[in-house]
């Protein structure tokens, strides 16, 4: 019933609610002061839930039908909707670093049977050393240095508008923080020098995206002279990398403490958390979980015939709880392939990690010397 609608809609795109006067522009009915229904003979929030099961590939075409569903399918109440009804999709957000500059590319359909990426707006500023997040639809570069000036910016991207926006700043100025989004909220750790009493008390940072604004963290004295260099978040518990150690944050019951050792030795680069194990790329060239549990390593096994050896500038993320590994693979010499290996994890009955390689895709061509900087999923 839906798709042959569409097929009537689109021959006709708007509906009577568009029509305009030719004299001053104003908008007016021709038929009704009232606005249309989303759909003939049901009501808005029926159709809205209907709208919410259609696949977001197909969102341009929908808001082609009628201003009506082009504010619809633009709305918040469209992926509050989705959420409720299970039916949002993840796409694959990866940003390549090319001298000063930096590039992100996106997952336009995460349908297609090939994953192929394409490039997003470019943003105004290039910060050195932000730390990344996304909360809900949209993506957070907070921080980084311009010019060798740690600055407190926080841009903001929203994937539904393709747009990048002002956020609202952080109280202090940092570069090469921890940030992670817990429960609708954004912490940040780290990143600063705490030379005075303001950036002392603000060494960690919280955003209320309902509030749009930052408040500060209490944090233990000993702690704060930690510059971070990964980090994740496991269970309620957000772990950020120092160069030596590093620190846990309890987002729920606001406790410190510090970073297991064992963590610590084995933790090398970006990492992903699936199902509360955090998987990592090790120096000798294996995909590693953490059971924070047991506090131990254990060898993901049964991927090594389908990976290369060694994977350059590997980073990870979970992506619809699948482990998605990007890399960079070979070039032709002025070009280099950025590699991507989606693998679904599982735990063995004798406690071990195995995991099954299920899409295996050249995502992107970028010259050669380009690196991969960041890679986030983004759920709406």
Known sequence: MLRNYLKLKLKTPFMAEDLTTASGGATTSAVSSQPSPLLPNLPDDISLQILARVPRSHHPSLSMVSKSWRCIIASPELFRTRSILHTTQSSLYVNIRNNSSFNWYFEQNPQNPKRTLVPLPSISQHPIG??????????????????????????????????????????????????????????????????????????????DQQTGSWAAIPSEVEMRDKWMHASAIIGSRLYA??????????????????????????????????DDILYCYDYLGKIQGYDVEEDRWKDLRGVDKGLPKFMCSSTMVNLDGKLCIVWEGKGNGKEVDIMCAEIEVRRDVDRGLSGTILRLDVILVVPKGASISHCLAVEF
Not at 134 to 145: H, N, Q, R, T, V
Not at 155 to 178: H, I, L, T, Y
Not at 256 to 272: E, F, H, Q, T, Y
């Open 241 to 274: 990398m120092a160069d030596r150690g590093g620190v846990v944050l309890d987002v729920g019951s606001g406790e410190w403490r510090n970073v297991p050792k064992r963590l610590d030795l084995g933790w090398r680069g970006r990492a992903a958390v699936v």
């Open 130 to 207: 932000p730390s990344v997040t996304a909360l809900g639809p949209k993506i957070y570069l907070i921080g980084g240095s311009i010019n060798d000036i740690p600055s407190n910016n926080v841009w903001v991207f929203d994937c539904r508008f393709n747009k990048w926006e002002m956020g609202p700043k952080m109280k202090v100025s940092r570069e090469f923080s921890a940030a992670e989004e817990w429960n609708g909220k954004i912490y940040v750790i780290g990143g600063c020098n705490v030379d005075n009493w303001t950036r002392s008390i603000n060494w960690a940072e919280v955003f």
